[in-house]
């Protein structure tokens, strides 16, 4: 099986997001050049990683992009029973970081692009693989910028996220942010004379607990996903000095992670706005004390029309009536939001096994995978029908 032997391959680099990709990205574009494929690079600043696009055959037409990110979460602090980075076979799963996640996909795409016939390609293949998926979607943004300026930016875009090869139509977008509480200082016996930083953050907390309530309650709810509303989650809080210290300053992070159809934006706002009301009283007498978020993170919601043209052209090649949406986010809200793809997440193994020591993959999706892609090619050799 091709897609399991440069499963292998690709496995063996440890292409953890905080380190380079740039060895498995060359072996990629080997991979490609080999077969006569052309493949540019998009370097992030330091030139230690890159993203890889490739279009296969007529550049002047839109075609179907395959998306996917090169980079795997860390092993560290993981229970692992064999060596993370070397592929393992055991009754039937494939185990390895990154094999469902999501490296199977992008051994299934370069396996499919030995077998295409180009002069038979009405419709191009894009490859669009990424760096720093893992943490926030910050590779793919500077090869989105890039397309922006494409002539023929690709007409759909496949995300090869582990969906058990079941196809995806929409998923929540996320907003992380760091709130900076800063109170004034003094000797603990005096604590009344000051403003207390952990005060102030616990306060802000509380509201978020409230608004998160409030969702639940009155806000919008969509029984697809399995938290079927938006949700906001405080992750992590530091603060303080010492017991006998009133402090200065506490810091805490928190994240939303909105339906499609929720703005997080406003919700920020909302969560500002409180965090002004809880410093309003201390504005004369201690005029350091403040409640100041920072944005440290955002990618949007997908949310693809069932009356789109792509879930047309997938129902076609996979049969599939039902279309899902999913809890986690993918580079799909930002391909959708940024140049207006048609995008769904479809792709072998499952979430389940997805950042767990032990990671791995069935060798049954990966053969379901390799026959989507076979048909796929097979839809490229017509050009892409468009009923709108
Ligand atoms: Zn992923």
């Known amino acids: 099986m091709r897609s399991r032997e ?28 080999t077969l006569g494929y052309p493949s540019e690079l998009v370097h992030n600043e330091e030139k230690t990683k890159a993203n890889l696009y490739s279009v296969i055959g007529p550049a002047d037409k839109p075609g179907v992009m395959l998306s996917g990110h090169t980079d795997v979460v860390p092993v560290e602090g993981q229970n692992w029973s064999t060596d993370p980075f070397t592929l393992r076979e055991s009754n039937d799963l494939l185990f390895g970081r990154g094999t469902c996640d999501m490296k199977g996909f992008i051994a299934c795409a370069l396996a499919m692009v030995e077998t295409l016939d180009k002069s038979k390609l009405a419709t191009p293949l894009h490859l669009a693989f990424s760096y720093d998926e893992e943490i926030g979607c910050i590779g793919v943004r500077r090869l989105l910028e890039n397309l922006k300026h494409s002539n023929f930016p690709p007409r759909y875009c496949i995300v090869g996220e582990p969906t058990l090869m079941q196809p995806v139509i929409a998923h929540k977008g996320k907003t992380a942010a760091r709130a900076h509480c800063h109170g004034v200082e003094c000797h603990s016996s005096l604590a009344p004379q000051s403003v207390n930083a952990i005060y102030l953050a616990s306060e802000l907390i509380s509201k978020i607990q409230q608004k998160q ?22 992750g992590k809080i530091a603060g303080g000095i010492a017991l006998n210290i009133v402090p200065n300053y506490c810091a805490f992070e928190f994240e939303i992670r909105n339906l499609p159809t929720d703005d997080p934006k406003a919700i920020l706002d909302d969560i500002q706005l409180a965090a002004n009301e809880i410093a309003a009283p201390f504005l004369e007498s201690h005029p350091g004390a403040k409640i100041e978020i920072e944005l440290t993170n955002e990618y949007p919601a997908l949310n693809t029309s069932t009356e789109s043209d792509i879930v047309e052209f997938i129902k076609q090649l996979t049969g599939a009536n039902s279309f899902g949406k999913i809890a986690f986010g993918t580079e799909g809200g930002l391909f959708s939001r940024e140049l207006g793809v048609e995008t769904i997440v479809l792709g072998p193994g499952s979430i389940e096994q997805a950042h767990k020591p032990d990671e791995y993959i069935a060798i049954d999706q990966l053969g379901r995978c390799d026959a989507f892609l076979q048909r796929l090619k097979d839809a490229l050799y017509q050009p892409v029908t468009t009923t709108n």
Do not use: M
């Open 6 to 33: 440069l499963l292998d391959k690709l496995i063996s680099y440890p292409t953890v997001s905080r380190d380079s990709n740039l060895e498995l990205i060359a072996f990629i574009q080997q991979h490609l050049s």
């Open 213 to 234: 309530r409030q969702i639940i309650e009155n806000g919008t709810h969509d029984r697809d996903y399995d938290i079927s509303h938006t949700t906001l989650h405080v």
